[in-house]
């Protein structure tokens, strides 16, 4: 039996989509294990990351050292990473997840800040490129962030001294929490005794016809893409790179055509 290869390159950028997001910190965790990945988070990405409690596992796929590093955007195009992709120095390129933002800039040659001149630069210089993007054709279930549901909540308080970041506050008796502070952490869902919080509930989204549309035009210029994160090990291991175990990519693992 032919043995895989370990120790690749991998740059995993992260957008500001919340779609599969904890899944792929997961898998990039996961690679890792196998391969030198770099986590690029754009702006949004990181605020989005944050607030769904992801930015754990990404700190642990990429937990620094050469080509280890969790990088957040810092201008349009100037990031180190983006040099790279160009010099050829990244084995393997992931956007997951990708935003309908970032999926139209590349279908459009546009490359005006980290997610779409990495994608440019995948492009330019054959490096593989795959991406998740956030909405599907047949829709997809997407995540929502923490929330107080406001007919349930009594104004107890409970959750207030739990929260380690001081995210929520009483409003007019009731608790809200505070997106731009929220860690995901999830901590005041299991202090809240009457079930007011809910964190990650799940909703099915549709794409308009231009995101689909988009999705083929990207497809049309090599750009490999998948359903959902768990797809991309079977991506990674197409091209002889070692990843986990087929336990763990289970059969939901299948490239989508």
Known sequence: MESCKSGAR?????TGAGSWLREAAGIAAALAKFHRVTIALTKAGYEVARVF???????????????RELVVEASASGL?????????SYDLVVIAP???????????????N?????????????????IVPSEWPDGVETELPCRVDRNLCVGCKACIPVCPVGAIT??????????????GCTRCVAACHVGAIKCFDRVKV??????????????????????????????????????PGSSFIGGNGGLTE
């Open 10 to 14: 991998i740059l995993w950028v992260v």
């Open 53 to 67: 409690g992801a930015l754990g596992l990404l700190r642990l796929a990429a937990p620094g050292g050469y080509y």
């Open 80 to 88: 180190p990473v983006v040099n790279r992709v160009s010099a050829k």
């Open 98 to 112: 990708a935003s309908s933002n970032t999926i139209a800039k590349i279908a459009y040659g546009v490359a005006d």
């Open 114 to 130: 980290l997610a779409s001149s990495v994608a440019s630069q995948a492009l330019k210089n054959r490096v593989p490129l795959a």
């Open 170 to 183: 009483l409003v007019e008796g009731k608790a809200r929490i505070e997106l731009q502070e929220c860690v």
């Open 206 to 243: 549709r794409p308009s016809r231009i995101d689909i549309e988009n999705l083929e035009r990207v497809k049309m210029y090599g750009v490999v893409v998948l359903e959902r994160p768990l797809q991309i090990l079977k991506w990674v291991s197409s091209m002889g790179y070692c990843v």
